[in-house]
Structure formats: C-alpha cells, structure tokens
C-alpha cells in the first residue's frame, strides 16, 4: 500500500506535468498577442533622425574604420573589456549612441542592478525612436513572467523572443524543471549561449558576461573575472546576419505567445514593465554620471582601442539544435568548435588557452593529445579555475579526475586562479563592488610614508565580513553549473574565472563565448571574433598571463611520489581513472604549488622544469577551500560522475 504522502508526491508530479504539457489554442495566442500589441506605446520621443542619440567619440572611431574599408582591406578597431564596471559603462554609452537599432543577445539576463539598467536604456532607446530587439535564453531568461509580459507590452518598438522554450513557458521553476528533464532531456539541454551587444550594425561586443551583477563587479558576495571584446568596422555585418539567423529561427518565440505569458495576458492585461528599486542607486548613479563624460569616455575606450586587421567571426547557426540537420549543414551548426580546433591544430610553438571549466570534449582531447606527439610539440598553458574560485564544482571534480591525463598525456601547464587573487583587475569604490576601504593613510613608520591600501589589503580586510544573502551567485546556473560555490576556510567577496579566450603563437587572438568544452562543442551555440594580429594578440596574452601570475593563481604539478611501491600506485591511479563511471583511488597525480620567489627563482619555472620543486612549495588539492560536504561532492562526481561530462 502506497502511503499516503508518496501519493500525494505522486499525484503532485502528475499535476505538474499535465500542466507543462498543456497547450493554448492558436486563437488564445492570437488574443494575448493583441492585447500586448494593444497595450504598447507608439509614442516617440524625439524626431530626429538620428533619434537624439549621444554623440560618442567612440562611434566615432568605428565609423572612421568602416570609411576607410575596402573588400579587400577592411579596417576594424577592437578593445578588450577586462575591466568589469567598463564593460557596464560602455554597454550603456553605446546604447545611448544607438540612432536606427539595437539587438541584444544573452544566455543570461537577470533583473538585478546592472540588468536592470540596461532594460531601463533599452526601453528609453525605444521611446526615443530606436528599434530594440532583445534575443534572451529560456533557461535564464528574466526571473518574473511579470517582467516578460510587461517588455512584451512596453513600445512598438521594442520586441522581445525567447529561444528554446521547453513545455511552452517562458520561465522554468525547480519543479517544472524537473518535469521537463524528465520528459525533453535533450531539448532543455540545447541551449543558446551567444553573447552579442550589437549597435546600428556597426559596433558589437561580445564575450563571456550575461546581465547579471556577479559579470560587472556589482555582486556583494561573488564576483566574476571575465572578458568582453568591442569590435567596430565592418564585420559588424557578420554579426547582424547571425543575430538575424537566430531570431528568425523557429526556436526564438515571441515572448507574449508563451503559454505562461499568455495566460497572464489574458488574466491580468498587460502589467506595467519591470523596474523593481535599485539595490545600491548610488552606484547606478556614479555611473551614469560618466555615460556622457566625454574626457572619460575616451580615456577608458577611445584611447585605448587598437586599429586591428584579419578580423572574422565565427558562430553557430540555429541549425546546431535540429536533430534532424542535413550533413551539409554541419560546418554551420558547429563553425564555432570547429574554428577553434582548427586554429589549435595549426599551432607551431604556443597555445595560451583560458577557460573556466577545463573540461575537454574527445574531440580536443585527440587534438592536444596528437599535438603534444609532435616532434616539436607547442607550449599549452592553460588558465582556470580552482575548486576555491568555481562557481561549478562538479565541472572541476570532472577536471580533477584528469589531471593526470592533462599533464602526462597532453602537456598542460595549467594554472588555477585563487578565489582571493592579488592583482586581477577589479574596480572597488563608487563603480564597482561594494569593498571597506582601509584609512587612506596607513600607519606610518620611520622608513615608509603614508600610502594608499592595496587591493589585496583591502579584500583581506574584507573577508571578515558576512556574504550579502541577496548576492547568491549562480542563481541562474541551473543547468551545467554543479551549484553554489563551495565553502571557504575564510569568509568574503571572491573572484570566479568566467573569461573564454586564446592565443595562438603570439599572433592570433579569440575572444568569445565558447568554454572549451563538450557542451559548447554538443549542446550550447557559441561565437567569437578571432583577430590575426600580433599587437592584439600581444595585448590579449598579456592580460591571460595576469590571471596566471602567481599571486592570482596556483599551478598544478605531479605530486611526489610516494617511498612506497610508487609504481603500483600509479599504476593503481591509471586504472581508476580509466574506468569509465568509478575513480574511486584517493590518491591523485597531481596537486596545486604555490611559487616561492628567491635568489634562485626570480620567475616560476614551468611544472615540467627540472627546477619547479626546488621554486614551489605543495599546499594541497584543495588550497583555501573548507573541507565538507561541497569536498565529498567532488569525490562523489569524481568517483561516478564522468558520464556527465558532456552536458557539464
């Protein structure tokens, strides 16, 4: 006899999947269409032509670069975003400076400080007579069907679609989640994770930050090192005519024709827009106070930008998703990976490659694997997470199980970045994230004058304080994340790798979406601009060696072996690796070093030099993290987990 609270589980689980299956007739969609249709301002703001856009001395340089394009010659300018509250401020500039169209591409998109103000500049652009096109995932699309029916209802013209819905809804809560995994693994899995900014057609950016506090400095409890790129000149066009493929895909649906969103139409009639208040208004302020600063404006973009060449973008297609996809259409379903591979196989003597989750598809491990066979093999350095700074630990517990295969099989160099990194760049204060300042004079002694903190003063200084609870980072990571980061042995604001970029030989450089791994190759569509010049890449390897330095990052090595029969522990460790679902030997290959500078080692050696022992010192498989349950998660995926590999 079943008992009665099982039934009531059971009878609750069926509820939920008849609802998520139920459907509305074409005739309720038609009507809830018309009502947000109904309901949308045809106001206009401004009758200009230009509709009252900024002037911005950054346009301006993309549009010289384009004017001075042939076919055969074309001229760009790029600027790597690594600072995060830029990567806000020039978000915001360029939207300001929008005079015909604005179309905006996100994995993520979530309704907090900095999400928020980008929505408030996208439905003002709309007022002011720009046409707004806002193309954002299912699976972390806006948090409120609220928020979804007020944007679908807001101004003629302002369009909103999601890509990909499962069970005909615009928004997937845990039960309903569980539902849809049960019934459309493969369809809740194929996921659209491009990132595209992209103004009148002409000036894009892209790369690895959603709309979410966490990718601009802004989380109070966590926060990403990331990467976007500006591009300006003409492959501004590529980048209109992969948006245009998306959005005209039958996965992308309005969102007012959603069963949840449509429903609520017919209900309620169409709520007002989204605009909950601002968790820190006076940092919105600041930085809105500099969007029209000229002088700011081109000492944080204009001056800094590189006139580049050999510029090309290369991204899936829609066409990714379709089970059913022609095999003439598999470069264009998979021309992301496939670039990137193929740029990787081309290498001749280096490979600087950065990735939050090291964990490769069989594809890039056959390629490492042939090209560390090569006579000549090239240097891969690779910069990523550790356990103490991912905000995925069961992509790292995948990663941890093939450390040796990295090392032995591939010659990786691989570099995990610290949840408290010395010298990342991070902007405190008035723009960025919410860190005390130390006095700004420090107690002076005889031999040293007053000074200004450090940032590493300053985060140690923090790190007492309590997590804001409303920061949680990773809200929206419910799919391929592996959860909350894991607990520290110290409490404080810390940094996560997020950034995906590469380069190759000192001339090639990538900026993009793609993470290096099965999912970006199977599952996720995936963009980037590869740009094949050297003072580019220069500048981009510069900023990738930043995170590798040892005050931001640990490096991996083999372990000491042990007095003991270390041959039949080896031995023991292969095989356990090896076994395709179990790796349940406690003794692994390799464990994190920190570098220890001296008169004999000035600069870190490689992990394969002779000299690495004698300059590092071992400080464990996990340094900084609280061992606990997160840590038997790990051994849990580790042990049993690897099968997951592709959709992590």
Known sequence: MIHRGMRQLLAGACALLLAGCATLSDQQRDEAAGIARAARSTQVDCMRADACALASPLRVLGQQA?????????????????????????????????????????????????AQLVLDELQAAAFRGVKVRVLID??????????????????????????NPVLDRARLPLPMYTVAAACCWRKLNSRMHNKLLLIDGEVGITGGRNYQDDYYDWGAGYNFRDRDLLIAGPVGTEMAANFEAFWSSRRSVPAEQLGDVARLLHAQGAPPPPHAPYRKPERVRALLAMVDDEAAIRAR????????????????????????????????????????????????????????????????????????????????????????STDAF?????????????????????????????????????????LPMLDEAAPATPATAPRRPTLRERRLAERGLRRDPDSEAGRFRALGSGGMPVRLKQ????????????????????????????????????????????????????SIQRDMAPGNAWTIGRRDSSPILPGVEYTLARISERMPIFDLWPIKYATSYEFVPGPDCPTPPSPFDPAFRACHTPVGNSPEVDIGLKWL???????????LSPIL
Not at 527 to 536: G, K, L, P, R, T
Not at 633 to 643: D, I, K, L, N
């Open 66 to 114: 384009i004017a001075d394009s042939t076919p055969a010659a074309p001229r760009h300018v790029a600027l790597i975003l690594d600072d995060a509250p830029d990567a806000l401020l020039v978000r915001i500039h360029l939207i300001r400076s929008a005079q015909r169209s604005i179309d905006l591409q996100t994995y993520i998109f979530d309704e907090d400080d900095s």
């Open 394 to 434: 069961i992509a790292y517990a995948i990663s941890h199980k093939y450390k040796r295969r990295y090392l032995r099989d591939f010659g990786f160099e691989i570099h995990e970045f610290k949840p408290f990194p010395a010298d990342a760049p991070f902007e405190p204060g008035a723009l960025g994230a919410d």
């Open 491 to 542: 409490a404080g604001m810390r940094m996560g790798l997020h950034a995906k970029s590469m380069v190759v030989d000192g001339k090639v450089g990538v900026v993009g979406t793609h993470n290096f791994d099965p999912r970006g190759d199977t599952y996720n569509t995936e963009s980037a601009v590869v740009i094949e010049d050297a003072a580019f890449a220069a500048r981009l390897a510069a």
């Open 138 to 163: 299912q699976l972390a699309a806006l948090r409120q069907v609220d928020s979804l029916a007020g944007l679908a209802a807001v101004h003629a013209n302002f369009e909103l679609r999601v890509y």
């Open 633 to 643: 998660g790990v051994r849990v995926f580790t042990a049993f987990g690897s099968g």
């Open 301 to 388: 973009f204009v001056e800094p930008a590189m006139s580049v060449r050999g510029v090309q973008f290369i991204a899936d297609l829609p066409v990714k998703h379709w089970q059913d996809r022609p095999a003439a259409a598999e470069a264009a379903a998979e021309a992301a990976s496939i670039g990137l591979r193929t740029l990787i196989a081309g290498a001749q003597d280096d490979v600087l490659l950065q990735t939050p989750y090291l964990v490769l598809s069989k594809p890039a491990q056959h390629l490492f694997r042939e090209l560390h066979r090569q006579e000549d093999a090239p240097r891969v350095r690779i910069s990523t997470n550790s356990l103490a």
